[in-house]
């Protein structure tokens, strides 16, 4: 078996080149310091090569659209899925830049680029209109935590959610209290959820007694105590 040939940033020159000259344009290669520069009449058109998607690579396109806003950047095409998150999250940053993309593959001699897409103005209204649903359920979570206790950048880690903060508000007063019903609990402030969360009982701390009628189990008794300054909380607010 031979040995699979090294790709270099000058190996994906020649594609590219073939690719726009199909397309009309007069092909050149380092032209004051831009990688690749095409002309088409009055068109101008840049693209900056790289072994990999990274920042160096999008600091050089960012700095050639100070000449032309039709910026490329050309890469080998990756070996794994273009259909993964991680891919589609980088395209999403090479979009939100305003950049186009090109990956250039390699089989056997033959090698081909390909246009994944073309430089294009970002519509930023368009996207947050589309991920409406997300902005939604994200005030929704910062507007259901009392307090900040997560540390940003934090991971393997627990996280505090609204959900597990509304869990430990009930054992709170499920502990403090004795035996309720989620009606009553509702009333205290408990909030609407009150009735799925102790049906669901997610972390096993909620026992029901008899129908309509809740207590805390022992490992809701002992896991909330690592939450004093949200019992605390809680218990003010009822005072309150």
């Not at 903060?165 to 509702?186: D, R, T």
């Amino acid at each position: 078996m031979t040995e699979q040939k090294k790709i270099k940033e000058v190996d994906l020159y020649k594609p590219i080149q073939k690719l726009f000259v199909r397309e009309g344009y007069e092909v050149y290669g380092e032209v004051k310091d831009c990688d690749i520069a095409a002309v088409k009449e009055e068109e101008l058109l840049v693209v900056e090569l790289k072994l990999t998607l990274s920042v160096d690579l999008l600091i050089q396109a960012a700095k050639r659209q100070k000449l032309t806003d039709q910026v490329y950047v050309a890469i080998p095409r990756p070996k794994g899925r273009l259909n993964s998150k991680q891919w589609t999250d980088k395209c999403h940053l090479v979009k939100r830049m305003e950049l186009g993309l090109i990956v250039v593959s390699f089989p056997g001699n033959r090698p081909k680029a390909e246009v994944l897409f073309h430089p294009t103005p970002f519509n930023r209204r368009q996207i947050t209109g589309r991920n409406k649903a997300k902005r939604t359920n994200l005030l929704k979570e910062i507007a259901g935590r009392s307090a900040d206790f997560n540390i940003g950048g934090s991971s393997r880690t627990k996280i505090m959610t609204a959900y597990k903060e509304n869990c430990i508000q009930i054992a709170c007063y499920l502990e403090h209290f004795g035996q309720l019903s989620p009606k009553a609990l509702v009333e205290m402030g408990a909030g609407p959820k009150t009735s799925s969360i102790l049906t669901k009982n997610y972390y096993g701390w909620f026992e029901r007694v008899k129908r309509g009628i809740y207590v805390i189990s022992e490992k809701g008794k002992a896991e909330v105590k690592e939450y004093p300054e949200l019992i605390d909380y809680y218990l003010n607010k009822l005072v309150e």
